[in-house]
Structures are given as structure tokens and as C-alpha cells.
Nanobody
Framework: QVQLVESGGGLVQAGDSLRLSCAAS????????MGWFRQAPGKEREFVAT????????YYAGSVKGRFTISRDNAKNTVYLQMNSLKPEDTAVYYC?????????????????WGQGTQVTVSS
């Protein structure tokens, strides 16, 4: 059974930074692509960032490009999301997801496993 556990969320002010972490267990993490998604109240879950299994390919939603960075440490079975210059519109529950196919992807149905999410709240 795959488990994904996110951490690092919290309440910050606009312009601040946060780093989210997602620890994976239960399957070979190093051969899986990983993604971050978010869901604000009353909205659909949306893509944020994704990274390939050897971290040679990553891409971002336009709304976060240049502010967020996805990275991974296969030795620690962990993927990260560094979020800088946070805005109130970044407020959401952030989810990490694992895709057994090692290629990055930006749609929810491409992912096989999901974490429980971590709340990020950005005040103005």
C-alpha cells in the first residue's frame, strides 16, 4: 500500500515563503513521477507542478511559474514544493500525488495515489 504524507503547510502573509514536503512509502519512489495539486474551497482540484522520476523534467502551472519550485530527493523518498512570493490566491489545500509511470503529468487522472493534503493559507 502506497502512503503519501504531506507536511509544511501553515498560515503566512503575502510575500512569505513556505516549503511543503511529501514523504512516500510502499513502492519504489525513485521510478515514479510526482505531482503537486491544490484545491481551494468551492473550486476544482488544479495542477501546480510535476517532476519526472529522475528529476530531469519538471513543469508548472502558469499561475505559479517563477515562484514555485518542485524538487525531489530519491534517497529520502521525498518530494518538495518550495513556494516563494506567496499570494492570497495561493490559499488552498495542497496535495501530492504519485504516478507509477515515471513521466510527469498535469491531470488528476494520470496519478495513482494521493496524500491527505496540507492546508496553506496566505493572508493579505
Amino acid at each position: 500500500q502506497v502512503q503519501l504524507v504531506e507536511s509544511g503547510g501553515g498560515l503566512v502573509q503575502a510575500g512569505d515563503s513556505l516549503r511543503l514536503s511529501c514523504a512516500a512509502s510502499g513502492r519504489p519512489f525513485s521510478s515514479s513521477a510526482m505531482g503537486w495539486f491544490r484545491q481551494a474551497p468551492g473550486k476544482e482540484r488544479e495542477f501546480v507542478a510535476t517532476i519526472s522520476w529522475i528529476a530531469d523534467i519538471s513543469y508548472y502551472a502558469g499561475s505559479v511559474k517563477g515562484r514555485f519550485t518542485i524538487s525531489r530527493d530519491n534517497a529520502k523518498n521525498t518530494v518538495y514544493l518550495q513556494m516563494n512570493s506567496l499570494k492570497p490566491e495561493d490559499t488552498a489545500v495542497y496535495y501530492c500525488a504519485l504516478r507509477g509511470n515515471g513521466l510527469p503529468a498535469s491531470t488528476t487522472y494520470d496519478y495513482d495515489y494521493w496524500g491527505q493534503g496540507t492546508q496553506v493559507t496566505v493572508s493579505s
